[in-house]
């Protein structure tokens, strides 16, 4: 069974850092692409950052030089780590997975069917 669970959220001062963890179970991460997404009160969800097996990359241009994909393969886990965060960062983290193949011409893919339940990240002095 292909499952994705986020940890690693929390409270943080304005300018702190946190790293959110994907860990995945049931499919080896290197064959899937990656999305990390987040959703705060009142609003859609939003696309933050995705990351293809070849190790290509995309990020919002709202997080652009402060968010950082990466990934360990000896522990099936993905990572986002989140520097010099703002307020306007708080929200409901999720990471989603998509088979590789299924969105090979992207490095988004335009849909992911495997969701973690994501992680509460608050940015407040």
């Known amino acids: 069974q292909v499952q994705v669970v986020e940890s690693g959220g929390g409270l943080v001062q304005p300018g702190g850092s946190l790293r959110l963890s994907c860990a995945a179970s049931g499919f080896i991460l290197d064959d899937y692409a990656i999305g990390w997404f987040r959703q705060a009160p009142g609003k859609e969800r939003e696309g933050v950052s995705c990351?293809?097996?070849?190790?290509?990359?995309r990020y919002a241009e709202s997080v652009k030089g402060r968010f950082t994909i990466s990934r360990d393969n000896a522990k099936n886990t993905m990572y986002l780590q989140m520097n010099s965060l703002k307020p306007e960062d708080t929200a409901v983290y999720y990471c989603a997975a998509e088979p590789a193949y299924y969105c090979s011409d992207y490095v988004c893919c335009p849909r992911y069917d495997y969701w973690g339940q994501g992680t509460q990240v608050t940015v407040s002095s």
């Open positions: 990351v293809k097996p070849s190790g290509s990359t």
